[in-house]
């Protein structure tokens, strides 16, 4: 089985840009796509979702902002969107799909962004408390849980090109990391690091500034978090750069399980 999460940075940019190309050529069974910022009436007319998967598309309220899309040819036996909680209550930023499907579930994730102003930073630290404590429950599924998306937060050093110069940078700040680190405690895997192992300084984002891409100036902020019965059956994890980039400022992050 093979699960891409991927932020697109907009879906209908990314369809001009050839996205359809890769949902062929990565053949996935489900994908989870963050920052779609699309409403379903505004997809170009004529084009269509891939062929033989069913579709669930959560916009935010905001014309052009945020939203996540999981598309499955797996069957989904129910899907929710958000979290409750008090910060958001309806995710109106469209930040979380929920997919059940026959032995495991999918949780989509796009982590707010702090680093434009100080209110949207404690908007960010707030819904991270809550969707720390929103995933728990799922830990003792004794069927595989896979969670994943754009997370916003690089966590060690080997997750950040420059780690020294971008300390108080919003997406590396210490007590960021910290909380990463307690959310790693809790029982989650984080599929990629342990499947390559520390000192690999391997990236899924970077900057359009400063030849970030051709530099490899990135960050690792797109992640596949796992209970304990969906990393028993991780076959590999990688991040697929080349190729990636012509779509969007993210790579997509393509996660394989044995049956």
Same mark, same amino acid.
């Given at each position: 089985?093979?699960?891409?999460s ?19 050529s ?8 963050q920052?779609?910022?699309c409403l379903?009436?505004q ?16 916009p ?13 040819r797996l069957p ?9 909680g ?9 930040r979380?799909l929920v ?8 949780i989509?994730?796009?982590?707010? !962004?702090?680093?434009?102003?100080? *209110? %949207?930073?404690? +908007?960010? /630290?707030?819904?991270? =408390?809550? @969707?720390?404590s929103?995933? #728990? ?7 595989p ?5 754009d ?18 940078? !919003?997406g590396?700040?210490?007590? *960021? %990391?910290a909380w +990463?680190? /307690?959310?790693?405690? =809790?029982? @989650?895997?984080?599929?990629f #690091?342990?499947h390559?192992g520390?000192?690999e300084k391997?990236y ?28 028993a ?12 980039l ?14």
């Amino acid at each position: 089985m093979r699960l891409v999460s991927w932020n697109v940075n907009g879906i209908r940019a990314a369809i001009r840009k050839g996205i359809d190309g890769y949902f062929t050529s990565i053949d996935a069974d489900v994908w989870m796509l963050q920052e779609v910022r699309c409403l379903p009436e505004q997809l170009p007319k004529g084009w269509s979702w891939p062929e033989g998967f069913e579709v669930h598309l959560h916009p935010a309220e905001k014309k052009g902002y945020s939203g996540v899309a999981t598309l499955s040819r797996l069957p989904i036996s129910s899907i929710t969107q958000g979290m409750g909680g008090m910060v958001d209550a309806n995710d109106s930023e469209g930040r979380i799909l929920v997919s059940v499907h026959d032995g495991f579930t999918c949780i989509n994730t796009y982590l707010p !962004s702090g680093s434009n102003k100080e *209110e %949207r930073q404690q +908007f960010k /630290e707030r819904w991270m =408390d809550e @969707w720390r404590s929103f995933l #728990r429950p799922y830990l003792d599924d004794s069927n595989p849980v896979i969670v994943c998306g754009d997370l916003n937060i690089a966590h060690t050093e080997d997750d950040i090109w420059n780690p020294k110069g971008n300390a108080k940078s !919003s997406g590396f700040l210490p007590h *960021e %990391r910290a909380w +990463f680190t /307690e959310l790693l405690n =809790d029982g @989650w895997s984080d599929a990629f #690091r342990e499947h390559v192992g520390e000192g690999e300084k391997l990236y899924s984002w970077w900057s359009n500034r400063g030849q970030a891409r051709v530099k490899d100036r990135g960050w690792r902020i797109d992640y596949f978090l796992l209970n304990e019965a969906a990393a028993a059956r991780v076959k590999s994890v990688r991040i697929e750069r080349q190729g990636g980039l012509d779509v969007s400022d993210h790579a997509p992050v393509i996660l394989d399980l044995k049956d």
